[in-house]
């Protein structure tokens, strides 16, 4: 199979594998979870680490936990369990594309990706699709780990802070409008930086 051929294969399994489960379960109530465990401080950490980490795979509101968390937890605590929570969905995600896709496996530059795994942690699907990639691609393990720490302590920090600024106070209008703003403004981002990237090659 022409290795075009195989990376357009990857790159398409790779998408289908986090989005079939949205379109047959829809979006799963991980917030109604997660208040359920509400009463004791470090099962609501545990719980709400554990749904990040299923987003690798099943359609939870990855922003919404990550700011209820900072809500509940507090700034420093709650983003700590947003950043494992979703590093351990990065890590399961990479797992899967390799058990999975690892015999579709086609050089694919290993710079871009761990660029790109930095830059889509905000953007849904996108960020899933490219762990599950990377894990198809074999791309160096702790290469993989390290773009991925970065772009989830960033977003974590963001949810995280969010939360405990703006949720306790009551202002759940505010509170909840940055974690549905943050992957639209990504994606936007993503786009520019993508045609940036296009102009420069073509040049």
Sequence with gaps: MPARL???????????????????????????????????????????????AADALLPVPSSILGTLLGARLGFLAGALAAW????????????????????????????????????SRPVPVLAEAAAIAAGAE??????????CAAGNAIYALVLAGNGAALLPGALAGPGLLVPMAVPAVAWWLWRRRMRTVKVATSD
């Design 84 to 119: 494992l929570g979703m590093l351990a969905g990065n890590l399961l995600a990479y797992a899967g594309g390799r058990l999975l896709l690892g015999r579709l496996r086609t050089p694919l530059p290993e710079t871009p990706t761990l660029t790109v795994l930095f830059l």
């Design 138 to 147: 074999r791309v160096a393990f702790w290469p993989f780990v390290g773009a």
């Design 6 to 52: 195989r990376l357009i294969i990857v790159v398409l399994l790779a998408v289908l594998i986090p989005v079939v489960p949205f379109v047959l379960l829809g979006e799963l109530p991980g917030e109604r979870w997660l208040s359920a465990a509400d009463d004791n401080a470090l099962q609501f950490a545990l719980t709400g680490a554990g749904l990040l």
